[in-house]
């Protein structure tokens, strides 16, 4: 009958009236995000970090740089190489994690924040001095061990080097005094 499909359209439009809506008003209000969220910016720990480049080479886009130098003190005793440059290209990322899971050391998260919208490419790049400074919310994705703290990102409380780790971490320093006084 003439009409039928003007009113069953009317009454689509009329039960979904009353619904409680599934989208929020951006960026006045921001959706919930899960603790394993991974986020555009990554965490990265210098101080956890060996520079042995795993992270690089898991990588399947080569977006990450690394320059290392053996110039260490007590490299034979686990101290690490200095670490000259650690980029991320993220405006090729496509957040799959390898990297993440690749660290051996813990020293490598996703990140939890996705604000880091930016003009071009080239902006989403990330230098090593960005991400020192970074304040740092790292993901719990592939960090249960941070998941077992019950850590919340979006909490807003940062995590130290110290805090992140499955192991406690090395003391570099007492490791190079023991060296010295050899
Ligand atoms: S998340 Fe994937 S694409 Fe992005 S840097 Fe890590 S390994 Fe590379
Ligand atoms: S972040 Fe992890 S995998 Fe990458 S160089 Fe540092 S210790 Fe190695």
Redesign the pocket.
Known sequence: MYGIGIAKGLLVTLRNLFRTPSTVQYPEERVEQHSRFRGQEFS?YEE?????????KYCPLGI?E?VTDPSQQAIQDGDKYA?EK?DIDIGRCMYCGL?VE????D??FMGSGFERARYTRDELFIPMEELKNATKRPSTWFRPQLEGKGYDPQSGQPLGWKDVGRHEAPDYEAMQRRWADR
């Open positions: 990265w956890r970090c060996t520079g042995c480049a795993s992270c690089a990450i690394i670490i650690f990297c690749a660290c051996p050391y020293a490598l």
